[in-house]
């Protein structure tokens, strides 16, 4: 972190400094009482099961250089007492925020923000890969994406940070906007907003593309919109910026960045012809699907605006490693590959999901998915899992696993549909006993589903890691 001294922070944070020397500095932020290092500025969030303050005294034990707690806390005496040096703050978590953003006012990097329904952690991952060996670069880890993870990593930002690449997601309207004033970002990727084929489901993805535009909106003039031209929402957020868009693109002919001869290898993985307005270049991509392309892009474009040549750009994409559980593909002894794709699902990535998932199948083997619930879609949930089924029916997937209520109503659409094998279980635990008389070798099978289904438990079991 770039050095704050407490005055400076107690402005930033508009706090009272308590019992603390104004001009000693704090070198680090942290929310988790055993990450504390000397120097460090502890932050005291209320926490949904235990409460930071519970930790002031401790942390300060262990080195911490102030805490950030609220005004009026049960121990605001006991602190006082014993001399805890400390910032009196309204909100602890808006305090979090405002620290971080007194690091980035400080700092010479470019700040890059991606957001998106779908694609932001590869996408990310991919432009860390592509920036790392020539820039300085810091970047989220995970999907540390909220008000908390950002304001993280906003403060892993040293004196001699180029590049911070910060992804940033949404749970309500006005968070992307929130996050913006925290990161200020110089450069802003909007993947993706709309659901594909599920455009029917009334006009909340409007909804959508309104908040997820705030990060175009927050740029400065000199700053970079970059944009998925196949995607009509995000394209349409070019009319709301003031600076430079790039716009990149699989489908959109008139995109700026491009990828033209897209193929999947025998493993699903994409190959393709990058090109950028300076050049082209053949990219390998290790990550599989065809969307995966689509983030290359997204990073791509960013890399260029930022100076990276075409080469030094394809080279970075073939180099990057996909977070866990994200079309993670294994191979069994017995010849049946497992894609563990457990990480996260929403419509537009069980697509996508699936589409990969037949686009590998291999000679005399079968696409088998196994599904888990796609978690936080309100009204739509239902008809959203019976479209899946459909949808699987449609591609031609060969056997359809549903763990749980809602994917049962995905294998019963599928089943009407004409997807004559399905199988349906309660459990993630039940899975690989199921499978194992059915599969065989040269199968290749997909779990797919959100966090909460909880599908990495079978993806493990059935790769044989466990
Ligand atoms: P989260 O909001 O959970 O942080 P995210 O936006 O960071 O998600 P990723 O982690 O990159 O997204 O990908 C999540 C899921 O979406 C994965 O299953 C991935 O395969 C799929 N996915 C990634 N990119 C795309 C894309 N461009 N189109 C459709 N699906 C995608
Ligand atoms: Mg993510």
Redesign the pocket.
Known sequence: MIPLSLEHIAVATGGRLLDADPEHVADSLVVDSRQIRPGAIFAALPGERVDGARFVTQVVREGAAVVLVPREHPDSASWAEQKVPRIEVADVQTALGHVARAVRLRSRAQVVGVT?????????DMLAAVLSPHRRTVANEK?F?NEVGLPLTLSRISSDTQIAVL?M?TAGAGQIAELCDIALPDVGVV??VGMSHFEQFGNSQDAIAVEKSALVRALPPEGLAVLNADDERVLAMRLQVACRVLTYGVHNEDADVRATGVRLDADGRPSFTLHLPEGTAPVDLPAT?E??V??ALAAAAVATGLGLTVTEIAQGLASFTL?PG??QTSERADGVRVID?S????P??V???LRALVASRREGGRAVVVLGEMADLADLADEAHRAIGRLAASLGVDLFVAVGARPELAAAAAREAGLEHTLVLDKPQEVAAALAPLLEPADVVLL?GSRSAGLEVAAQALAGTT
């Open positions: 998106g329904s779908s694609g932001k952690t590869s996408t990310k999907s994406n992804e997601g993947t993706i699907g969307h995966m689509v983030n977070s994200r079309m794709d990480y996260n699902a929403n537009v990535s697509e996508a999901g797919k």
